[in-house]
T-cell receptor
């Protein structure tokens, strides 16, 4: 139990589907993040939310749409994805601006786009 | 723009041997993090280094930070098979801006 829960663990979707990834943190942190991890690539920061406001959007295609309804929940809405979007999507949380403990990561969602 | 580089990218070592993983970062930062990732799993926080000269140890792993050289090291002492994993370092150029290295895939051979 890491304190950050992601669902689903695995997801297979067609390019025309719409799906959502969910992340929930039970740590009282004030910042939440979405990262993409592809094979043979560094972790890519996608979105950052601080107290439900988006503070970072790293040139992510519009087919990825984040939502943060409150400080404990973060969603990533997916639509019309491409096969190259297949990856491990990691959610993380931290306490900013002085994170003495760094990130706490969720277990990730393994996404396959077919 | 902050860049974080790790080397080596792959490391295969015998049990009982010592080795060091290096993490270089490109801009001024006084924070450095180390994580471990097992295959198919998420990232687990190992060390948080918050000042120049910081050294932290846990079991067979020891991490250090030299902010003047913009270098952190993760030293493995007397490796065991259970240490096989991918190790990531991460630095920050400001609030929320964490940049991860490419990772070092460590395989400890029995």
């Amino acid at each position: 139990e890491t304190g950050v829960t992601q669902t689903p663990r695995h997801l297979v979707m067609g390019m025309t589907n719409k799906k959502s990834l969910k992340c929930e943190q039970h740590l009282g942190h004030n910042a939440m993040y979405w990262y993409k991890q592809s094979a043979k690539k560094p972790l890519e920061l996608m979105f950052v939310y601080s107290l439900e406001e988006r503070v970072e959007n790293n040139s992510v295609p519009s087919r990825f749409s984040p939502e943060c309804p409150n400080s404990s929940h973060l969603f990533l809405h997916l639509h019309t994805l491409q096969p190259e979007d297949s990856a491990l999507y990691l959610c993380a949380s931290s306490q900013e601006p002085e994170p003495n403990y760094g990130y706490t990561f969720g277990s990730g969602t393994r996404l396959t786009v077919v | 723009e902050l860049k974080v580089e790790q080397n080596p990218l792959f490391l295969s070592m015998q049990e009982g041997k010592n080795y060091t993983i290096y993490c270089n970062y490109s801009t001024t930062s006084d924070r450095l993090y180390w994580y471990r990732q097992d295959p198919g799993k998420s990232l687990e926080s190992l060390f948080v280094l918050l000042s120049n000269g910081a050294v932290k140890q846990e079991g067979r792993l020891m991490a250090s930070l030299d902010t003047k050289a913009r270098l952190s090291t993760l030293h493995i002492t007397a490796a065991v098979h259970d240490l096989s994993a991918t190790y990531f370092c991460a630095s920050t150029s400001g609030t929320y801006k964490y940049i991860f290295g490419t990772g070092t895939r460590l395989k400890v051979l029995a």
